[in-house]
Structures are given as structure tokens and as C-alpha cells.
């Protein structure tokens, strides 16, 4: 036995293309000293498992020829067959369980692979969206921008200039109430030509107004919640973390109207020196749920996009909190 095991010990020591030779030996020993055939059933086993069938013959021949010359007791030999034989089917039995975990952990790691591939590729497109949006804003925003130049500028200019026409040809003296009336049209022109200067340099800058996108998307809310908002935070945002806090605050705002019996929303956006930080929160009760929704994901992807984090925690109501470190963002 201690030969036999000495055998399957060296079978699992060398290589697949080497584990024959202790087998082998081990089969050609068994002609030499018969005691050694009560071990055949555990080298039988290692060369089923690995599907070594010659070597397997190898020894079954040498058992057999041992059983047939005498050299061990009948009884002996009906038992070492018997134990062959269940050795030899355990072996194979093993061997295709080692080969399916095996195909199992390649597949699980494919999956893996797979998973994390979609969700860079997820990831990229969130952020494409992000710039198409923000490119057909800017687009439309330069579109309006250029009309009201063009045509209220222009004709706010021609009547500047005509009002300035009919100053210079009324006489102060004689007609006062007249051109009193003429220079207040002329101020009021002017006042307006301020005003659209202003309104374009708005519309053509490339900034995007948080607090007023996130007061739009919450301004039905009013009507049917007790709000809380909340802001505090300089103008010099990233425009990334603008998108990302706006598509944020609309995608919880959907999730409360649709799936929360809330009553109560919080909505606060702090500025610290570090970081940005976005805080949402009701009162509603909350179903547990082992997957998180279409929505939450996309929230963290965009999240984990500008490299911040998002938790979510569904003590005493629903709360999110969003944090994107200013470190990294341009």
C-alpha cells in the first residue's frame, strides 16, 4: 500500500505527459512481487481520473497476470478485481467533475470579462450621451443667440439710431415735452440694447446654470411635496459634474413620483474644498430589492465616471449620496 501510494503521489507530482511512468513501473513491480497487486486499485484510479487508458491496461494486464499464475489466493484476486473495477469508475466519475468545474470557472470567468466589458462600454456611451446633449444644448443655445442678434439687435440699433435722428432735429426749447418723450424712448432703447447684449453673452457662454436646471426639475414637486432645497456652491463647477448632479436629481425625482410614497424631499448640493457633494432623501418606505433599478445604475455609472462614489441607504426613507472629488476634474 505504502508502494501504491508512493505512485499516485509521483502520478500527481509529474506532468500529464510524465504522470505515466510511476504507473507503468508500479504495473511491471506487480509481475516481480505479487504483494504489490493490492494497490493496483489506487494507481487504476489516478490513471482513469486523468484519462490515461494505456497505462490503465498496462496494470490491468499485470494484475491479471499475476491473478492467473497462482501467486495470490482466489479470494484475494475476486477482491482486488472488484476494487479495480470501482476504483476505475471513481476515477472517471472524478475526473469529469474536475472538467466541468473546470469549464465552469472558464465560463464564470468569461462571463466576467463579458460583464465588465459591457459596463466600460455602458460607461462610454452614458458619456457620449452626456457631450450630445451638451452639444445640441450649446448648438440651440448659439442658434437663439444668433437670431436675437441679428434681428431684435438690428432693429433695436436702427431705432436707436432714429431716435438719435429726431433728437437732433427737435429743438429743445420750443418742443421740451416732445423731446423729453424722445430721449426717455432713446433711454428706454437703450435699456433694452443692454439687455439683449447681455441675454446673447448668456445664451453663447458655455456655462450651464445648475441652480436654475435643478429648480426646473423640481418645480412640480411643490405642488404635491414638502420640499427642502438646498445649494452652496461656487460658479466655476466642471460642466461634467453639472450633467451628472442635474440627470441625477431628475432620475430621483422620477423614482420618488413613480415608486415612493414619500411626503417630505430633501435636495441638497454643497461645495466643499475637496469635493462635490449631492445629498437626496425622503420619507417614503422602501421595497428590498437584491438589484438595484435601470436608473440608480445609470446614476452610478455617470458617478463613477468622474471618478466619485455613490451610496445609497434605505434607513427611515430612501437616500442617496452622491461625492466627486474635485481632484482629477477639469
Given at each position: 500500500m505504502l508502494a501504491a501510494l508512493t505512485a499516485v503521489c509521483l502520478q500527481y507530482a509529474l506532468t500529464d505527459k510524465k504522470g505515466y511512468i510511476p504507473e507503468i513501473i508500479y504495473a511491471v513491480s506487480t509481475l516481480f512481487s505479487p504483494s504489490l497487486i493490492f494497490g493496483v486499485p489506487l494507481v487504476i484510479y489516478g490513471t482513469f481520473k486523468s484519462r490515461r487508458y494505456i497505462s490503465a491496461a498496462v496494470c490491468v494486464l499485470a494484475a491479471a497476470y499475476t491473478c492467473l499464475t497462482g501467486s495470490i489466493h482466489t479470494e484475494s484476486a475476486v477482491t482486488v478485481a472488484a476494487l479495480t473495477l470501482l476504483s476505475a469508475l471513481l476515477g472517471l466519475r472524478t475526473g469529469q467533475l474536475i472538467r466541468r468545474e473546470s469549464e465552469l470557472l472558464k465560463t464564470r470567468d468569461a462571463d466576467a470579462e463579458l460583464f465588465i466589458s459591457l459596463k466600460n462600454k455602458n460607461k462610454s456611451l452614458l458619456e457620449k450621451q452626456d457631450y450630445e446633449v451638451y452639444l445640441a444644448t450649446l448648438k440651440e443655445r448659439n442658434r437663439i443667440a444668433r437670431e436675437i442678434h441679428d434681428n431684435v439687435g438690428h432693429l433695436l440699433s436702427r431705432s436707436l439710431?432714429?431716435?438719435?435722428?429726431?433728437?437732433?432735429?427737435?429743438?429743445?426749447?420750443?418742443?421740451?415735452?416732445?423731446?423729453?418723450?424722445?430721449?426717455?424712448?432713446?433711454?428706454?432703447?437703450?435699456?433694452?440694447?443692454?439687455?439683449?447684449?447681455?441675454?446673447?453673452?448668456?445664451?453663447?457662454?458655455?456655462?450651464?446654470?445648475?441652480?436654475?436646471?435643478?429648480?426646473?426639475?423640481?418645480?412640480?414637486?411643490?405642488?404635491?411635496?414638502?420640499?427642502?432645497?438646498?445649494?452652496?456652491?461656487?460658479?466655476?463647477?466642471?460642466?461634467?459634474?453639472?450633467?451628472?448632479?442635474?440627470?441625477?436629481?431628475?432620475?430621483?425625482?422620477?423614482?420618488?413620483?413613480?415608486?415612493?410614497?414619500?411626503?417630505e424631499v430633501s435636495i441638497v448640493i454643497r461645495e466643499h474644498p475637496a469635493l462635490y457633494q449631492l445629498c437626496i432623501s425622503d420619507n417614503g418606505t422602501v421595497k428590498k430589492s437584491d438589484s438595484p433599478g435601470m436608473g440608480l445604475s445609470n446614476m452610478r455609472d455617470r458617478t463613477e465616471a468622474l471618478g466619485g462614489i455613490m451610496r445609497t441607504d434605505t434607513d427611515n426613507g430612501f437616500k442617496i449620496f452622491i461625492s466627486i472629488k474635485k481632484e482629477g476634474l477639469s
Open positions: 439710431l432714429q431716435t438719435g435722428a429726431l433728437l437732433a432735429i427737435t429743438d429743445k426749447e420750443k418742443q421740451a415735452a416732445q423731446y423729453t418723450a424722445a430721449e426717455s424712448v432713446k433711454t428706454t432703447l437703450n435699456s433694452a440694447m443692454n439687455s439683449i447684449r447681455e441675454s446673447v453673452h448668456g445664451l453663447r457662454d458655455d456655462s450651464i446654470d445648475l441652480k436654475q436646471s435643478v429648480e426646473e426639475a423640481v418645480s412640480e414637486m411643490r405642488k404635491s411635496y414638502r420640499l427642502h432645497l438646498e445649494t452652496d456652491f461656487s460658479d466655476n463647477i466642471p460642466a461634467a459634474v453639472k450633467l451628472c448632479f442635474i440627470t441625477s436629481v431628475k432620475e430621483a425625482v422620477s423614482n420618488i413620483v413613480k415608486h415612493s410614497n414619500a411626503t
